[in-house]
C-alpha cells in the first residue's frame, strides 16, 4: 500500500513539475518567436540590404571617351576596341605563380614584368592591377583557353583612345595616357570614373575638355559567392560616351602644312579672319600619340624627350620668337593711327658703310647695299630696316606697344584652353621697369621697331595680328573648338552693324589711341585708311618686283595674297662677322636667324590668315613664304567645301 | 539481491498495431520530408551526396524506429543500466581511436557508419536515469545518497564528451541530465543552490575552456568582434534569416546558403536555411511541428502506468526541447555557437539515430502503456 500511495505521489509530482516545465518551454518558445519576428519582419530591410550587398558585388566599366572630330567631321581621336588582363589582387594567392604562368602564356617581356612589379607595389592589396592593356588576339585568345587555372585573372574588353591619323594632330588633340595620382586629385570627374586602367587626357584638347570628353562609367552588378567568384549578371547600366568634341581644325590644310614642317623645327598657324577658326595649327617637330596610350617605352620617351628639335613644346602657342620683320606692318601702322609719321616722307638706306646712328651705337639694314631713298610703302614691302629705326624712334615704344596689344601680341589667345600657352611680351617702359628694374633705352626702341629685342611673340599671335589688320581691324575671337554662334556672315553684319549711327570722319577720334579692353568685332583702328595703307604695302610685298616674297607670289586673282616676311636674329651679330658676310648655310644650325612669314589671303575679298616659323630656317623670304604659299593654295581651294559643311552643319541643327 | 517482478501481459498485434500513435509519426514524416527539402536546398536542388545520404539514413533509422517501436518497455528498463555502461564504454573508446576531426575525436568508425556515441550517450542518459528514480521513493530522493549517484553517472559523459572536446553536447547531456532529476522531484533549493555555485565558480571554468571555445562565447556578446573569423557564422546567419522576412525567398532561392555565405548549412544552420528560404511563416510552421511532436511525447508520458515510460518521455521531451531551443537560438544569434544539431532537421547519421531510438522508446511506452513495472 505504501508503494502505491508513494508511486501516486510521484506521479503527481512528475505532472506538476511538468506542467511548469511546459509553462518555461512555452515561455522560451515565445522568446524564439519574437526573436524571429524582430530578424524577419521589424528589421528584415536591414538585413534584405546586407544580404544584397553580401552577394552582390558592383563593377564600373570604363567610360567611352567622347570622340575629337575636325570640321569636316573626320575623327581625329577614336575608340579602338583593346584587349586587356587585370588581375585581382585580393584573389590571388601566389602571385608569383599567377604571374610565371601569365609570362609564359603571353610571352611578357622582363621590360613588362618590371612594370608589373613596379604597379603592385603601388597599388592596395584589394586593387586590380592592369598587367597588360594591349593583347594581340593571339595573345588574349589563348589566355581565356588557361583562364581556369589562373585566379584572379580576368580578361577584358575594353576600349581606349586611337589616333588614326597618328602625329599629325598631337599638338592640338593631345594625349591621354593612365589616371594619375594627380589627375585623380585635379578633377572629380576622374576620380567618379575611375576604373582600373582608366585613360585620361595629358595635353591638348583631350586635357583641356577631360570632364566634357571622359563619359560616364557604366555598372556591372554580378552575384558573387562568399569566395568573391561571380555567378551570375544580374544588371549592366551600359557605361555613355563623352560628348563629342569638334573642332574648327581642317584635317588636310594640318597635314599639308604638318608635311611642309617636315624635318623642320617650326610651326604653321593658319586662320579665318572673320570667325577666328583656327583652320591650321601645326607644330614640328611632333610624335605619335598612340605611343602613350599604353604607356610609353623607356626609348621611345627618351627620344622625344632628348631631341634638339624639342617636338614636346607645341611651338605654335608655346614657342616665343622674336617677329623680326613680321612686325613691320604692325609698327607702321602705330606710326600712321598716331600721326608720326608722314608716309610720304623719304629716309635715305645707305648700306653698310652708312648705317642708323644713336648716340654713337650703330644700326644696320639687312641689305648690305642699301635701299637708296625709301617711302613708306616701299619700305614695308622692301622691309628696310633703317626706316623703320627712324619710324620707331619717332613713334616711342610706349605708343607702339598700345598698338601691338590691340592686336593680338602679348596675350593669351586660347585663354585657358591649352596649359602651356604663352603670352610673350610687349614691352614698354613700364614693362622693362617692373620686369627688369631699368629704364628703357632709345636704342631698345630702334631695334623693337623690326620686331628685335624684348619683343616676344608666339606663331599664333603672328597670325592672330595679321588676320585682324586682314579684315579691316576688327576684332575676332579665336578658337579652336566648333563654336555654332560664330559665322562669317553674322560676323560681317556685326562689323557692319557699329557704323550705322556713325560718321564716316574717323580722324579725330582719340577714343582708339589709348589702351583699353575692346568688344568682338569692335573695330580696333583710328583710321580705316591707316589699315588700308598697310594691306596694300603687303600687297606689294607680295606681288611686285623688289618686294621681299615676290618670290612665292600668285598671279591668279583666286590665289593672290599679301604676306610680309620676317626674318629674326637669334643671336647678335659682331661687326666681324658683318665683315665675313657668311651665307646662311656656312654658320652653325642653333645660330642660324628664324625665317618667318605671315600672310592673308586671298587679297581681294580676304578670308584667311596664315603664320609661317621655321626655326633656324634662314631668312623669310626663302624659308618661310614657300611654305605659306603652298598651304595658302590649299585653304583657298577648300574653301567652298568648308562654308557647305558649315551651312550644312547650321541647317541640320 | 534485488529482485524484480514484472507486472506485464501479452498483447495481440491488433492491439499493438491500434495502439500505435499514427500522429506521432505523421508528425515525424512531416519533420523528416522538409529535412529531405532543406538538404536538397544546400545542394542547389541537386540530388546528390548529401540529399542522398540524408534521405537514406532517413529511411532507414524510420524504419528501424518502427521495428522497435514493437520492442517491449520492459526490455528497455531490463537493460537500462547496460545500456548506459555500452555508451560509456564506447565513449572511452572514442578518446583513444575515435576518428579525428577539425580537431576533435568524435566518431568511431563502424565501416557502415561513422557513429557519434555522444550523441547516443543523450538517450541512454535518459533511459539510466528513468531506471534509476523508477525504483526511488519520493522521500528518499532528497537522501544525499541518492542525490550523488544520479550526479556521478551524469558527469562522467559530460566528462568525457568534454574531453572529445565537444562542449556543445557535453552541455545538452548535462541540461538533459539537470532537467530528468528536477522532474523525479528532486527539491528545488538544491538547484537553486548548484546554480549559486555555478555562477560562483564561472571564472574558474572559463579558464578551463579551450581557446577557440572562449572565442566563441566572447563573440556571442558581440559578434562584431572579429565579422570575418569567429563572429562571421552568427552575422551570416542572422543575416540570412532576417532577409527571408514574413515569406522567405522561396525554396532554392536563399542566397546566403546557396552563395556559400552560410557556414554549416547541412548541420546546425539547417534552420537558417530553412528560415531564408521559408521565411517567418515557414519558421513558426516548423516550431509548431516541433511542439506538436514534443506535447505528442509529453501526452503518451501521461497515459503511461509505468513510472519509468513517464519519466522516460517527459525526460525525453525535455531533452528534444533542449536541442531544438539551443540549435535555433545560436542560429539566431541568442545563445553562443557550442555545435547542437536540430532533430531530424540536422544532416548527421548519430543525431537522427539518436533521435530516431528515443522515439521508438516513447513509442513503445505508448503501444506498452499498460505494462506496470514494479518498484522491487
Given amino acids: 500500500m505504501q508503494n502505491r500511495a508513494s508511486s501516486i505521489e510521484k506521479s503527481r509530482l512528475i505532472t506538476r513539475r511538468v506542467f511548469m516545465l511546459a509553462a518555461a518551454k512555452l515561455l522560451l518558445i515565445g522568446g524564439i518567436t519574437s526573436r524571429l519576428y524582430s530578424l524577419q519582419i521589424s528589421d528584415r530591410e536591414k538585413y534584405e540590404l546586407l544580404s544584397d550587398k553580401n552577394r552582390i558585388r558592383e563593377w564600373k566599366t570604363p567610360p567611352q571617351r567622347g570622340f575629337i572630330v575636325d570640321h569636316f567631321n573626320n575623327i581625329l581621336a577614336d575608340n579602338d576596341r583593346v584587349f586587356q588582363v587585370h588581375l585581382d589582387l585580393d584573389q590571388i594567392k601566389n602571385f608569383n605563380e599567377v604571374i610565371f604562368k601569365l609570362k609564359n602564356i603571353l610571352k611578357l617581356s622582363n621590360n613588362e614584368l618590371k612594370k608589373i612589379y613596379r604597379e603592385k607595389e603601388r597599388l592596395k592589396p584589394w586593387d586590380t592591377l592592369v598587367a597588360s592593356d594591349n593583347l594581340n588576339w593571339t595573345q588574349f585568345s589563348k589566355l581565356n583557353l588557361y583562364l581556369h587555372d589562373l585566379e584572379g585573372v580576368k580578361p577584358v574588353v575594353s576600349s581606349s583612345r586611337f589616333y588614326p591619323y597618328k602625329d599629325s594632330l598631337v599638338h592640338v588633340v593631345g594625349y591621354v595616357g593612365a589616371a594619375s595620382q594627380k589627375d585623380i586629385e585635379r578633377k572629380d570627374v576622374i576620380k567618379e570614373n575611375l576604373v582600373p586602367g582608366l585613360k585620361v587626357g595629358k595635353s591638348g584638347i583631350e586635357y583641356a575638355k577631360e570632364t566634357q570628353l571622359i563619359g560616364r562609367y557604366g555598372i556591372k552588378r554580378y552575384e558573387v559567392n562568399s569566395s568573391g567568384k561571380r555567378i551570375s549578371q544580374i544588371d549592366y547600366i551600359k557605361e555613355t560616351q563623352g560628348e563629342k568634341i569638334k573642332l574648327t581644325i581642317d584635317l588636310e590644310v594640318q597635314q599639308l602644312a604638318q608635311e611642309l614642317l617636315k624635318g623642320k623645327a617650326g610651326s604653321i598657324s593658319a586662320m579665318d579672319i572673320y570667325t577666328g577658326e583656327i583652320i591650321a595649327m601645326a607644330s614640328s617637330p611632333t610624335y605619335d600619340p598612340n605611343k602613350f596610350t599604353h604607356g610609353i617605352g623607356h626609348k621611345d620617351w627618351g627620344e622625344i624627350r632628348d631631341d634638339p628639335l624639342k617636338p614636346l613644346v607645341n611651338k605654335s602657342i608655346a614657342g616665343l620668337y622674336s617677329p623680326g620683320s613680321t612686325f613691320k606692318p604692325l609698327v607702321a601702322l602705330a606710326a600712321l593711327e598716331f600721326g608720326t609719321i608722314d608716309p610720304e616722307r623719304p629716309i635715305l638706306c645707305k648700306g653698310h658703310k652708312h648705317p642708323y646712328e644713336l648716340y654713337g651705337v650703330k644700326y644696320h639694314c639687312w641689305k648690305k647695299k642699301g635701299h637708296g631713298y625709301m617711302r613708306l610703302r616701299n619700305a614695308i614691302k622692301q622691309s628696310c630696316d633703317i626706316y623703320f629705326y627712324e619710324m620707331a624712334r619717332l613713334l616711342g615704344v610706349d605708343r607702339l606697344a598700345i598698338i601691338a596689344k590691340r592686336y593680338g601680341l602679348g596675350s593669351n589667345i586660347l585663354k585657358d584652353l591649352y596649359f602651356d600657352e604663352k603670352k610673350g611680351v610687349v614691352p614698354n617702359t613700364l614693362w622693362k621697369k617692373n620686369a627688369i628694374g631699368k629704364s628703357w633705352y632709345l636704342g631698345e626702341t630702334v631695334i623693337n621697331g623690326i620686331g628685335q629685342g624684348y619683343i616676344q611673340t608666339t606663331p599664333l599671335q603672328l597670325c592672330l595680328m595679321t588676320a585682324q589688320i586682314a579684315n579691316g581691324g576688327y576684332k575676332i575671337k579665336p578658337h579652336i573648338i566648333q563654336d555654332e554662334s560664330i559665322d562669317y556672315e553674322s560676323a560681317r553684319l556685326k562689323i557692319a552693324k557699329q557704323f550705322v549711327n556713325e560718321t564716316a570722319d574717323f580722324s579725330n577720334d582719340e577714343k582708339f589711341l589709348v589702351d583699353r579692353d575692346y568688344k568682338l568685332y569692335e573695330r580696333l583702328y583710328r583710321n580705316p585708311e591707316n589699315i588700308k595703307f598697310i594691306k596694300d604695302a603687303m600687297f606689294g610685298s607680295t606681288n611686285e618686283q623688289y618686294g621681299t616674297s615676290y618670290k612665292s607670289r600668285y598671279d591668279d586673282l583666286k590665289y593672290q595674297y599679301a604676306g610680309k616676311t620676317g626674318t629674326s636674329q637669334v643671336k647678335r651679330i659682331t661687326e666681324e662677322e658683318r665683315k665675313l658676310d657668311l651665307d646662311q648655310s656656312q654658320i652653325e644650325y642653333k645660330n642660324r636667324d628664324h625665317a618667318l612669314f605671315i600672310a592673308f589671303a586671298p587679297y581681294k575679298n580676304p578670308r584667311y590668315s596664315i603664320s609661317v616659323l621655321v626655326e633656324h630656317g634662314g631668312s623669310g623670304s626663302s624659308g618661310a613664304a614657300p611654305l605659306a604659299s603652298k598651304l595658302i593654295k590649299k585653304i583657298i581651294d577648300r574653301h567652298s567645301l568648308r562654308e557647305q559643311i558649315k551651312k550644312g552643319s547650321s541647317s541640320l541643327a | ?376
Fill in chain 2, 1 to 376: 539481491m534485488l529482485t524484480e517482478r514484472l507486472n506485464t501481459r501479452n498483447y495481440s498485434l491488433f492491439e499493438k498495431l491500434k495502439s500505435v500513435d499514427y500522429f506521432l509519426i505523421l508528425i515525424i514524416i512531416l519533420i523528416g520530408a522538409i529535412s529531405v527539402f532543406a538538404i536538397y536546398s544546400t545542394e542547389r536542388g541537386e540530388f546528390s551526396f548529401y540529399t542522398k545520404n540524408h534521405l537514406l539514413r532517413l529511411l532507414v533509422f524510420f524504419g528501424m524506429f518502427l521495428v522497435l517501436s514493437f520492442v517491449r518497455i520492459t526490455f528497455w528498463y531490463k537493460n537500462a543500466y547496460f545500456f548506459y555502461a555500452v555508451c560509456v564504454s564506447l565513449l572511452f573508446i572514442t578518446l583513444f581511436f575515435g576518428l579525428m576531426a577539425s580537431g576533435s575525436r568524435r566518431w568511431l568508425d563502424l565501416y557502415f557508419l561513422n557513429l557519434q556515441p555522444s550523441e547516443i550517450m543523450k538517450i541512454a542518459i535518459i533511459v539510466c536515469f528513468a531506471r534509476y528514480y523508477h525504483r526511488i521513493q519520493t522521500a528518499e530522493i532528497q537522501n544525499y545518497k541518492f542525490i550523488l549517484v544520479p550526479l556521478i553517472l551524469l558527469l562522467i559523459p559530460c566528462y568525457l564528451v568534454l574531453q572529445q572536446p565537444d562542449l556543445g553536447t557535453s552541455i545538452l547531456i548535462a541540461g538533459t541530465g539537470v532537467i530528468i532529476i528536477w522532474l523525479a522531484g528532486l527539491n528545488i533549493k538544491y538547484f537553486v543552490y548548484s546554480a549559486l555555485l555555478l555562477i560562483v565558480s564561472l571564472p574558474f571554468a572559463v579558464s578551463l575552456l579551450k581557446p577557440y571555445q572562449k572565442s566563441r562565447i566572447l563573440t556571442f556578446f558581440n559578434p562584431d568582434r572579429d565579422p570575418l573569423g569567429a563572429g562571421y557564422q552568427i552575422i551570416q546567419s542572422k543575416i540570412a534569416i532576417g532577409s527571408g522576412g514574413f515569406f522567405g525567398k522561396g525554396f532554392l532561392k536563399g542566397t546566403q546558403s546557396y552563395l556559400e555565405f552560410l557556414p554549416e548549412k547541412h548541420t546546425d544552420f539547417i534552420f537558417t536555411l530553412f528560415s531564408e528560404e521559408f521565411g517567418f511563416i515557414g519558421s513558426i510552421m516548423l516550431l509548431l511541428l516541433y511542439i506538436l511532436l514534443i506535447y505528442r511525447i509529453i501526452s503518451i508520458g501521461f497515459y503511461a502506468k509505468s513510472f519509468f515510460s513517464k519519466l522516460f518521455c517527459f525526460g525525453f521531451a525535455s531533452a528534444i526541447f533542449l536541442y531544438i531551443f539551443v540549435n535555433i537560438s545560436m542560429v539566431l544569434g541568442l545563445l553562443p555557437i557550442v555545435g547542437a544539431p536540430l532533430p531530424i532537421m540536422s544532416y548527421g547519421g548519430s543525431s537522427m539515430l539518436s533521435i530516431m531510438l528515443g522515439l521508438s522508446i516513447v513509442m513503445s511506452c505508448k503501444i506498452y502503456s499498460q505494462d506496470q513495472i514494479s518498484n522491487y
